[in-house]
């Protein structure tokens, strides 16, 4: 096949969701639909319940579903999905935003009782800032939630898109009937049921027919009609090209648990998501066509045996086909890669694989060489942009409790920094390490895991700081002096870059008055 025909066979976006919307739900129901499994119950969610004490099995549990759930391929009518998992729980955020650095397009889901919620709001600020394409979800219409028009009134409000309903749901909770297709005219009745996969349609070119009645009651039918004769009005025709540039999102009602509206929303999907799009580098665009390979690392997992020190790194392919055995050019790194062990996953299982293709998730066995954001080329020396660290919000002092073990301490922070636990600024003075992450629990993890993979000990004690804030400046002179008089809050983040650590809020919007030449940036990718 042409690699023009691989790449537009190709639909790569994640499921995104404040906890308990239904993410895990409806990921097991596409995986059902694309055959992927056979059974219900054999997707695990990725939540961590926290309302317990603090419970390491629960962490290492949550890592080893998310190696199993970081990407699952089906193939749906033709076309291959490739559904990368996102971790719902807040502290895991930012590994959701990277994640979010590696897909063409989302599935957002919204439980209609709960409405849009804050973390549903936080991701889609990062959808946005990409003008990632949004479908939306809203879910659990067997149960009494709230009424339609005002739910897409709040998902307008709150995540600043405009909505476009393609189904119309009939009757909600008890009386749910089931929903309409605006987009082809069809009518899908609900009959609450978690094994059925396909629903029955009917069609109706023309909704006044005596035969809808029959089939759902007169008032519900009125209901219907008056409700679709306004969302005609509201909502001129679907514009694929206002969803394709992230400014209209179209938005299904269904039930995930029930496996209902699932179909009508994946049959859409395969027809309007993006295939793999182009992306950017520092020099220039790189379109999915060219002949030459390139892609980047956006997450890594590691030491998943405690046996060998190995780290599977997974790595979005942008442009070219990938193969196994060839050496590729890794920017960042002294020497040419070539990778023996390349996997793909599917839903359960991996699979060793030869070749990938634009738009496919890989898992590289890697020794330590990657890191998040690497990228690798068949030659050009470019970098893909967009890959971002966040600034944290919560700060740690590192405290090394075992003198004998500073050399581990020191590996085992490298390590899970690359990973991307958390992130690491050494102050220039004195030397003092402190660990930003932008959630409490990541804390636990990272003692938890310097313990049990490096035999470190370590205490984080309370920093007072409001946020780290990379600093540039054109005026080389106005930096040096800045970096100068405020040497105190200086810090180097690991890659070197310049960090100007704010006390409060109040004081950093001083220094920033006070110093016009220096630009403050509050994500890593300057
Ligand atoms: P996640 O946290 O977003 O992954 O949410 P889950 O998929 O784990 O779902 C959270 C809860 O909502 C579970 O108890 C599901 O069974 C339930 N749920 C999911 N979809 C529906 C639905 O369509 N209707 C109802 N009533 N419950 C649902």
Redo the contacts with the bound molecule.
């Keep these: 096949m042409s690699l023009t025909k691989e790449i537009q066979k190709r639909r790569t976006f994640a499921i995104i969701?404040h906890?308990?919307?239904?993410?895990?739900?409806?990921t097991e129901k596409l995986l059902l639909f694309g055959g992927a499994i056979q059974t219900a119950g054999a997707v695990k969610?990725n939540?961590i319940d926290t309302g317990t004490k603090s419970d390491w099995m629960a962490i290492e549990k949550q890592r080893g579903i998310s190696v199993a759930t970081s990407v699952m391929g089906f193939e749906y009518k033709g076309i291959k999905i490739n559904l990368l998992d996102t971790p719902?729980h807040q502290d895991f955020a930012e590994d959701t935003y990277r994640t979010l650095t590696a897909v063409d397009s989302v599935i957002m889901?919204i439980d209609c009782v709960k409405g849009v919620e804050i973390q549903t709001e936080k991701l889609m600020e990062v959808c946005r800032m990409r003008n990632t394409p949004v479908i939306c979800f809203i879910?659990?219409?067997?149960?009494e939630g709230r009424d339609p028009y005002e739910l897409l009134e709040e998902v307008e409000q709150k995540l600043n898109i405009q909505c476009h309903p393609l189904s119309w749901p009939i009757g909600m909770g008890k009386t749910f009937k089931g929903v309409y297709n605006l987009f082809d005219h069809k009518l899908n009745l609900f009959t609450p049921s978690q094994r059925k996969l396909s629903d029955v349609r009917q069609v109706f070119e023309n909704l006044d027919e005596p035969e809808l009645d029959q089939l759902i009651g007169p008032n519900f039918a009125n209901q219907l009609r008056e409700d679709v004769e306004l969302i005609e009005g509201v909502y001129p025709e679907f514009d694929k090209e206002a969803y394709l540039s992230g400014k209209v999102a179209p938005v299904f009602f269904g039930?995930?648990?029930?496996n209902f509206g699932i179909n009508e929303m994946l049959d859409t999907f395969i027809k309007i998501a993006p295939a793999p799009k182009s992306r950017k580098t520092d020099e220039r665009e790189v379109t999915p066509d060219e002949s030459k390979f390139s892609g980047f690392v956006f997450k890594i997992h590691a030491n998943m045996d405690p046996n060998h020190r190995n780290r599977i790194a997974f790595l979005r392919i942008c442009s070219g086909k990938f193969e196994r055995n060839k050496p590729y050019n890794h920017v960042h790194g002294p020497k040419p890669l070539r990778f023996s062990n390349v996997t793909q996953f599917m839903a359960q299982d991996k699979e060793i694989i030869d070749e990938a293709f634009p738009g496919d998730i890989v898992g590289l066995y890697d020794t330590g060489n990657l890191k998040i954001g690497d990228t690798l080329t068949e030659g050009e020396n470019m970098v893909f942009t967009g890959i971002p660290s966040f600034s944290p919000e919560i700060f740690r002092e590192v405290v090394n409790k075992d003198a004998m073990k500073t050399k581990q301490l020191e590996k085992g922070l490298k390590q899970l920094m690359e990973e991307g636990v958390a992130q690491l600024f050494t102050f220039d003075m004195g030397a003092r390490k402190v660990v930003g992450t932008v959630g409490q629990l990541q804390f636990e993890v990272i003692q938890f895991r310097l313990k049990n993979e490096y035999n470190a000990t370590v205490e984080f004690h309370p920093m007072n700081l409001y946020k780290a804030c990379w600093i540039t400046s054109s005026n080389k002179k106005a930096l040096d002096e800045f970096v100068r008089s405020k040497n105190r809050h200086i810090a180097h983040d690991k890659d070197g870059k310049l960090v100007f650590m704010a006390e409060s809020k109040a004081w950093l919007q001083m220094v920033q008055d006070n110093y016009p030449d220096i630009e403050f940036h509050f994500t890593s990718d300057l």
């Design positions: 969701a906890p308990d919307a239904g993410k895990t739900t409806l969610s939540k719902g889901v879910n659990k219409l067997d149960r039930s995930a648990v029930n």
